[in-house]
């Protein structure tokens, strides 16, 4: 069966480190991303480097109507989907829940929980026996602020890797029995511009001394634990959500 896999916000930090581990891993790739077409489409010609195919594809994952198109356009040009990493996600400036305005929440709801059920649906619809499918595997990522909080900071964040647990834990146990393997990565401090994206450049810098390995995670430390659950070698894993966090 030929290996074909969704990674959402897979142009740059963990979601492009997981593209090109899952390329030498002998995946095909569509690359979403969600405005960042350069660095999506240099992620997909590294894909093709490594001889497998790639597609770049534009879709906001909290917008029903391009999560449809994208997965539609998969099965055109490569197949069903096989895997799905549901990896989109976005960080606001830190700010304390007194001060967070509906339209904040809105947008980082639409896209860290309802991408995620979007995606997710789409794929059980392809990969589940129940559906005509032949199996495969979703895994969502997390956070450790699932666990921790963020308090004065990314509480809304925190709430929604949270739901991601949540769904994950359900999602596995409903579709275990149809072929569908459904598990979470809980990253910790990791070396990528999201923090950047979230106004805290100097995050990283700030917390490495909380972490009892006393540094960041690199994206590639966590594409490893990814693409592993994506893979046979994890086929009784389901509903599993592994920390990868440095002991934080």
Known sequence: ????????????????????????????????????????????????????????????????????????????EFGPVTALVNNAGIVDLPQPVAEMTAARLQQMF????????????????????????????????????????????????????????AMTIGLAREVANEGVRVNAVRPGIIDTDIHASGGVPDRVAKLKDTIPMKRPGSAEEVAETIVWLMSDKASYCAGAIIDVTGGR
């Open 110 to 165: 639409a896209t860290n929980i309802l991408g995620c059920f979007l995606c997710a649906r789409e794929a059980v619809l392809r990969m589940s026996t129940r559906y005509g499918g032949s199996g495969g595997a979703i895994v969502n990522l997390s956070s450790v602020a699932a666990v921790l909080g963020s308090p004065g900071q990314y509480v809304d964040y925190a709430a929604s890797k949270g739901a991601i647990d």
């Open 1 to 76: 069966m030929t290996k074909i896999a969704i990674i959402t916000g897979g142009s740059r930090g963990i979601g492009a480190a997981t593209a090109r581990l899952a390329a030498a891993a002998g995946y095909d790739i569509c690359v979403n991303y969600a405005g960042d077409e350069a660095a999506a489409h240099k992620v997909a010609g590294d894909i093709e480097k490594l001889g497998r195919r790639a597609m770049p594809f534009q879709a906001d994952v909290g917008d029903e109507a391009a999560v449809k198109a994208m997965f539609e356009e998969v099965d055109r």
